[in-house]
């Protein structure tokens, strides 16, 4: 989750350094490989079972909007083929619950490690229950990620 009017310059940042193409998530998209989709709304993104994206005021008194864990959440219930899923940096413990659906649903789940977080409270939530399978810095997610997704490829 992050603050609306942060969300814009997220997405610059993001595109400024990502090698794949970003852009503001609207109703209607689909999961697309290659596409990095950022949440721009003071509502929950989630995965419908169309398999498009879509904001919802549901939950409406979650206090995170919007939601990881309702993002999360979704895919664990709507995306046919696990996948690999991280929880970053970040206040409170949105997110902790639908990392654990996650891994329940087959996929492989990273929490990012304490040493590398500008705040371990999301992160730590979910290493207490349980949802992360690997714990890792933040420098190393992407060829650990990249490793991944080769070797689900390749089956």
Known sequence: ????EFVGELATWLKDRCKLKVRLAMNGDVPTRGVVLVANSTQHL?????????Y??????????????????????????????????????????????????GWHTVAQ????????????AATLIGAASRVLPLKDMAVHFEALIRRMAAK
């Open 1 to 4: 989750h992050i603050g609306g």
């Open 46 to 54: 989630q995965l419908r079972k169309a398999g498009t994206l879509g």
């Open 56 to 105: 919802t005021l549901d939950p409406i008194l979650c206090p995170y909007k919007p939601s990881v864990d309702v993002l999360f959440q979704s895919f664990a219930q709507h995306w046919a083929t696990p996948c690999v899923a991280a929880l970053l940096t970040g206040m409170g413990d949105d997110g902790a619950q639908g990392l654990l659906d996650l891994r329940r649903a």
């Open 113 to 124: 490690d304490k040493e590398s977080c500008v705040v371990y409270g999301m992160p730590k």
